[in-house]
Nanobody, 117 residues
Framework: QVQLVESGGGLVQAGGSGRLSCAASRTIFSIDDVGWYRQAPGKQRELVATIASGGSINYGDSVKGRFTISRDNAKNTVYLQMDSLKPEDTAVYYC???????????WGRGTQVTVSS
């Protein structure tokens, strides 16, 4: 079992920045895939950014060039730096860990990000 706890959400003005953190209850291994997803009201959960076990990074089209994902395995933490925020970025942001070998997905409870215009 892995518990993931997100933090850093809140209210931000359009054009502003924010950083989300996701702390894991156990060591995040370089072979685990980690990422961020988001879900806006009335919409499906969508990919924001992921870091695969091999180190490759993938971003959703709507956040490319504005968001940056990173991981600090020593601190068991995954980060999401969000810049040039837009009102359409408003959503609950979820941290995800896809465990190596078992491919079991773990999710945090989410953190709300609200971008005001």
């Amino acid at each position: 079992q892995v518990q993931l706890v997100e933090s850093g959400g809140g209210l931000v003005q359009a054009g502003g920045s924010g950083r989300l953190s996701c702390a894991a209850s156990r060591t995040i291994f370089s072979i685990d895939d980690v990422g961020w997803y988001r879900q806006a009201p009335g919409k499906q959960r969508e990919l924001v950014a992921t870091i695969a076990s091999g180190g490759s990074i993938n971003y959703g089209d709507s956040v490319k060039g504005r968001f940056t994902i990173s991981r600090d395995n020593a601190k068991n933490t995954v980060y999401l730096q969000m810049d040039s925020l837009k009102p359409e970025d408003t959503a609950v942001y979820y941290c995800n860990l896809r465990q190596a070998f078992t491919h079991i997905n773990y999710w945090g409870r989410g953190t709300q990000v609200t971008v005001s215009s």
